[in-house]
């Protein structure tokens, strides 16, 4: 009996050694190119930041953020108006779709996971992510515009919100769903409410998760051109009030990218260059002060 076992254990020992050999070959080819692939991916994104950087630097000053957009065929000025601009009607996007995705993704997920009203609207949602911004600017105009009879920051906020509430609410329910059970159950076993373990508990631990989800709206709702265009306009002056026409960098870069001037060119790559710089100094900042270790 040894014998043919020790036969055996050769035979497969043998057999084990020729297969190796290709499996770790094979391995290694794929590992490659994997690796090459990702490597890959980056080239588009480094090529874009280069050449925003490039073309966007040699303008750049305070006076960029403080003076109100040239005339076309004049020299100077900047897109002070544009910078504030985009900050309100992205602020009230936020203000509007935030509260209503994260409370959204908490009663799906917490309340009612598996009800019908809770898949109609994850499939909602996520139809929702595929629409064309235009379509969300046009409906928009439609709401506000046409109902108010003004181009303004309310109407290029609602619209980005519309954008923007599909994002919010899966990323929140994924953040939600990260958390593991075991810490709902151990908040109701010393007699915590539902409402108690999602406030202390379970949204503290997916705050992390959630901000990063708001920051990718954030960056989403900031670089959209063709809703604001058809909701907000443009304006060459300092918003004064939240009903009149409103100027974004998205639209400024839209509409002075396509001048016959150099120098309405230059502003408007030094204008890619700023809202690049706003949405990645904005994630980053996410990132260290919601992070766990400074929670």
């Given at each position: 009996?040894?014998?043919?076992a020790?036969k055996?254990?050769?035979?497969?020992?043998?057999?084990?050694?020729?297969?190796?050999?290709?499996?770790?070959?094979?391995?290694?080819?794929?590992?490659?190119?994997?690796?090459a692939?990702?490597?890959?991916?980056?080239v588009?994104?480094?090529?874009?930041?280069?050449?925003?950087v490039?073309?966007?630097?040699?303008?750049?000053g305070?006076?960029?953020?403080?003076?109100?957009?040239?005339?076309?065929g004049?020299?100077?000025?900047?897109?002070?108006?544009?910078?504030?601009?985009?900050?309100?009607?992205?602020?009230?996007?936020?203000?509007?779709?935030?509260?209503?995705?994260?409370?959204?993704?908490?009663?799906?997920?917490?309340?009612?996971?598996?009800?019908?009203?809770?898949?109609?609207?994850?499939?909602?949602?996520?139809?929702?992510?595929g629409?064309?911004s235009?379509?969300?600017?046009?409906?928009?105009?439609?709401?506000?515009v046409?109902?108010?009879h003004?181009?303004?920051?309310?109407?290029?906020?609602?619209?980005?919100?519309?954008?923007?509430?599909?994002?919010?609410?899966?990323?929140?329910e994924?953040?939600?769903?990260?958390?593991?059970?075991?810490?709902?159950?151990?908040?109701?076993?010393?007699?915590?409410?539902?409402?108690?373990?999602?406030?202390?508990?379970?949204?503290p631990e997916?705050?992390?998760?959630?901000?990063?989800g708001?920051?990718?709206?954030?960056?989403?709702?900031?670089?959209?051109?063709?809703?604001?265009?058809?909701?907000?306009?443009?304006?060459q002056?300092?918003?004064?009030?939240?009903?009149?026409?409103?100027?974004?960098?998205?639209?400024?870069?839209?509409?002075?990218?396509?001048?016959?001037?150099d120098?309405?060119v230059?502003?408007a790559?030094?204008?890619?260059?700023?809202?690049?710089?706003?949405?990645?100094?904005?994630?980053i900042?996410?990132?260290?002060?919601?992070?766990?270790?400074?929670?």
């Amino acid at each position: 009996m040894n014998i043919f076992a020790s036969k055996e254990d050769n035979f497969f020992s043998i057999a084990g050694k020729n297969t190796s050999v290709p499996r770790l070959l094979r391995n290694s080819l794929l590992t490659g190119l994997c690796i090459a692939l990702s490597l890959l991916t980056l080239v588009p994104l480094f090529s874009i930041v280069i050449l925003v950087v490039r073309n966007g630097l040699p303008l750049l000053g305070l006076q960029l953020f403080t003076q109100l957009p040239p005339a076309p065929g004049t020299q100077g000025g900047g897109f002070g108006s544009a910078v504030v601009g985009t900050f309100v009607m992205v602020g009230i996007a936020l203000l509007v779709a935030a509260p209503i995705g994260i409370l959204s993704a908490v009663y799906i997920t917490e309340y009612a996971p598996a009800s019908r009203f809770a898949s109609t609207v994850r499939l909602v949602a996520k139809l929702m992510t595929g629409i064309p911004s235009i379509i969300c600017g046009v409906f928009a105009f439609a709401a506000v515009v046409m109902t108010t009879h003004k181009f303004s920051s309310i109407a290029g906020g609602a619209a980005l919100s519309i954008l923007i509430l599909p994002t919010i609410l899966l990323t929140t329910e994924q953040a939600l769903l990260s958390v593991p059970y075991i810490f709902r159950e151990a908040s109701f076993g010393i007699g915590a409410t539902p409402f108690q373990t999602i406030c202390r508990i379970v949204l503290p631990e997916a705050l992390p998760a959630i901000m990063t989800g708001l920051m990718l709206a954030v960056a989403r709702a900031a670089g959209e051109t063709a809703p604001v265009l058809f909701t907000a306009l443009f304006s060459q002056n300092w918003i004064h009030s939240l009903m009149e026409p409103t100027a974004s960098l998205s639209v400024l870069i839209y509409n002075f990218a396509s001048l016959p001037y150099d120098y309405h060119v230059k502003l408007a790559w030094s204008a890619s260059f700023v809202l690049v710089t706003i949405v990645t100094i904005t994630n980053i900042m996410a990132q260290v002060i919601f992070s766990p270790k400074h929670r």
